[in-house]
T-cell receptor, first 112, second 115 residues
Framework: DAGVIQSPRHEVTEMGQEVTLRCKPI?????LFWYRQTMMRGLELLIY????????DSGMPEDRFSAKMPNASFSTLKIQPSEPRDSAVYFC??????????FGQGTRLTVV | AQTVTQSQPEMSVQEAETVTLSCTYDTSENNYYLFWYKQPPSRQMILVIRQEAYKQQNATENRFSVNFQKAAKSFSLKISDSQLGDTAMYFC????????????FGGGTRVLVKP
């Protein structure tokens, strides 16, 4: 298996623009997690899904953030409109319940 | 609420020596899993080791081993024979089954291996 695949690896966008981050989990995994990592706040769980259903989105910072998982092999995290404070590394991870999550390589987002 | 605490922001160790990273956690549940992740400068998050709470035997993966003290809610990581490639951030994490398998991380410990 190719592991968790995230795209793009790097994204630079202007404030106010819409940003969409994409994730393909490992086939057969039933959990998918979105994390944000910054120097100030460390690793923050934004939202996670079980069998494509959102379980906990309490970490989503504002209504500007939304996430979807239309099927077992694809998820998106959207920020609209983006702001400079959204600059961070965004990770997607997938797991088979309880066995530990495997992470993608992350998307480094810079909002200028 | 489920929480994970890593009290050491940074540690350094000489190459070939041993370093131990501490981690404590808080949960009222009995069924959970504990993990250590490594994040090198490449920023890739790598699962290093995993421990089921119902197992008394401490997990080991090559030079990495854990000391799991369930009563104390402690889960430390020992890196033996440290190598330069072990330089990284190390995160302790856990999943509580009754809490929906939410993966919760500690704040991390930066490890620097010196030649």
């Amino acid at each position: 298996d190719a592991g968790v695949i995230q795209s793009p690896r790097h994204e630079v966008t202007e404030m106010g623009q819409e940003v969409t981050l994409r994730c393909k989990p490992i086939s057969g995994h039933d959990y998918l997690f979105w994390y944000r990592q910054t120097m100030m706040r460390g690793l923050e769980l934004l939202i996670y899904f079980n069998n494509n259903v959102p379980i906990d989105d309490s970490g989503m910072p504002e209504d500007r953030f939304s996430a979807k998982m239309p099927n077992a092999s694809f998820s998106t995290l959207k920020i609209q409109p983006s702001e400079p404070r959204d600059s961070a590394v965004y990770f997607c991870a997938s797991s088979l319940a309880g066995r530990g999550a495997f992470f993608g390589q992350g998307t480094r987002l810079t909002v200028v | 609420a489920q929480t994970v605490t890593q009290s050491q922001p940074e540690m350094s160790v000489q190459e070939a020596e041993t370093v131990t990273l501490s981690c404590t956690y808080d949960t009222s549940e009995n069924n959970y899993y504990l993990f250590w992740y490594k994040q090198p400068p490449s920023r890739q998050m790598i699962l290093v080791i995993r421990q089921e709470a119902y197992k008394q035997q401490n997990a080991t993966e090559n030079r990495f081993s854990v000391n799991f003290q369930k009563a104390a809610k402690s889960f430390s990581l020992k890196i033996s024979d440290s190598q330069l490639g072990d330089t990284a951030m190390y995160f302790c994490a856990f999943i509580v089954k009754a809490a929906g398998n939410k993966l919760t991380f500690g704040g991390g410990t930066r490890v620097l291996v010196k030649p």
